[in-house]
């Protein structure tokens, strides 16, 4: 046995095994400035780049604790649709891809759906998560939505929807452009049982959900920088074959254009979600209606003008 089996080997052996054991996902890299940022520090700050103020993208279980009253919620079963009803294969089986996703989230499909108290009001959320296959929408997208719209209903509660997806699921057709109408239905059912239906656009936001309900919201929001249209930037550019200006379908190029009501900092959200439900399903005044005199009557000091008596003249 040499000096190189005695000595060196074990330092190389416990060197490994120290790698092994540190955990890696201690650190995450901000995706806009390169920033490297302490994956607790981050929590803590809603994941958001204390660097650059860039909104990384979150899923479910992220919005559902930052937003309901004292982080608790339930959330409902969705129903169940059909797998793979085109039997559609690219490079990869759609069944293969679905269970992928599944693993990757640890949800069924893109769409996850809660209720609880929002600043002491009932309220419904649904969060589209980007990570499950792009956010895309099939349909399991469409039964999500009609089912929070339901519950929504049911509750007499608002419906706040995180929109989140890169546009329609390719590997189910026609049958995933069908949840265009079909959504657009379900936003029309709040609406005639006059419930709030509020929507926040998140990054991205493109192809047939911003086609359809993602803007249909009674006020639409947007985080600060998030991606919002219909197809991308570049291949609008392509297809121009012009320089987009700069900014172009980012949320504050929209707000300025008058597509938006507000663009909220991910901080701020939680309570201004809770102003809006407050106001829309709380309409009633919070102080007694004083009804103002014309102008040149003169008012007795009870503030009441005798019923029958004339008009004073006005000076």
Not at 92 to 118: C, E, I, M, S
Not at 274 to 293: E, M, N, W, Y
């Amino acid at each position: 046995m040499n000096w190189l089996t005695r000595t060196v080997l074990p330092k190389i052996r416990e060197i490994t095994r120290t790698k092994k054991d540190t955990p890696d996902n201690l650190w995450k890299k901000c995706p806009s400035c390169g920033q490297m940022i302490y994956a607790k520090e981050l929590e803590e700050n809603q994941h958001v780049c204390p660097k650059c103020d860039h909104h990384l993208r979150i899923g479910p279980k992220e919005r559902f604790a930052a937003l309901f009253d004292k982080g608790e919620y339930q959330t409902i079963e969705l129903p169940d649709v059909l797998q793979d009803p085109l039997h559609f294969r690219d490079s990869k089986k759609y069944p293969d891809r679905l269970k992928d996703a599944r693993a990757k989230t640890g949800q069924r499909d893109a769409f996850a759906v809660a209720h609880g108290t929002l600043h002491e009001q009932d309220t419904v959320i649904a969060v589209q998560n980007f990570a499950f296959m792009g956010g895309s929408m099939g349909m399991a997208t469409g039964e999500a939505l009609i089912a929070a719209a339901n519950l929504a209903i049911t509750q007499r509660a608002a419906l706040i929807l995180f929109a989140a997806a890169g546009g329609a699921r390719m590997q189910e057709g026609i049958l995933s452009l069908m949840q265009m109408p079909r959504t657009v239905i379900a936003v029309q059912r709040l609406r005639e049982a006059h419930l709030p239906f509020i929507v926040v656009l998140t990054d991205p936001t493109t192809g047939g959900v911003t086609a359809s309900y993602a803007m249909l919201g009674d006020i639409q929001i947007a985080e600060p920088g998030a991606l919002i249209g219909f197809a991308g930037p570049r291949v609008i550019e392509q297809t121009i074959r012009e320089t987009l200006p700069e900014g172009f379908q980012r949320a504050e190029y929209l707000l300025e254009h008058g597509m938006l009501d507000m663009v909220v900092h991910r901080r701020e959200m939680r309570d201004t979600l809770g102003r809006i439900v407050s106001l829309l399903l709380d309409p009633a005044p919070k102080a007694d209606v004083v009804s103002l005199p014309r102008p040149g009557l003169e008012i007795p000091p009870t503030g009441e003008i005798p019923h029958g008596a004339p008009a004073p003249r006005a000076r």
